[in-house]
């Protein structure tokens, strides 16, 4: 039996609300593309300790993690309506367990034009660190 792989999709709150608006179950249009996928809910990893935050999880073999990310672009690109411009984005982030026994594959979906919540706290200290050397060329003078 080849290796299976835990796949959590993270949907940012924008893609939620898009897809309900499309009236589409992502995990089932996942599903008609790859039969061989399970759905399973489980308590989800990166949750705060005593959380029971749940997740649905898809498992999968090994073989096919890569090919959720063109599946679902591909997914979102057409259901997306023709007079909305839009771009998606999936960031992966994977992590395996200390004893090699599980992979667990994050896939973080979101428009391009919005940013992670960390994201915008690293951009803010880039500028603040910009600014800096030039605010200290201004007080020499």
Same mark, same amino acid.
């Given at each position: #039996? ?6 959590i999709l993270d949907l940012s709150p ?16 996942? /599903? ?8 399973? #809910?489980? %308590? ?6 005593? %959380?029971?935050?749940?997740? =649905? ?20 690109? #057409? ?6 411009? /839009? ?7 994977? =992590?395996? /367990?200390?004893?090699?026994?599980? =992979? ?16 915008? /706290? ?8 910009? =600014? ?10």
């Open positions: #039996m080849p290796e299976e792989e835990r796949v924008k893609i939620q609300t898009f897809l309900d608006e499309q009236g589409v179950d992502l995990y089932e249009e996942i /599903q008609r593309e790859l039969p061989s996928i399970r759905l399973e #809910m489980q %308590s989800d990893p990166e949750a705060p300790k005593g %959380s029971k935050d749940v997740v =649905t999880v898809i498992a999968v073999t090994a073989t096919l993690v890569s090919a959720l990310t063109p599946i679902i672009l591909r997914i979102l690109n #057409m259901i997306t309506p023709p007079n909305r411009a /839009q771009t998606w984005v999936v960031e992966e982030l994977e =992590t395996r /367990q200390p004893d090699g026994s599980t =992979t667990i594959h994050r896939k973080h979906i979101l428009s391009k034009s919005e940013q992670r919540p960390y994201q915008q /706290q690293v951009d803010q200290l880039k500028s603040t660190e910009i =600014t800096r050397p030039n605010e200290a060329k201004e007080t020499e003078k």
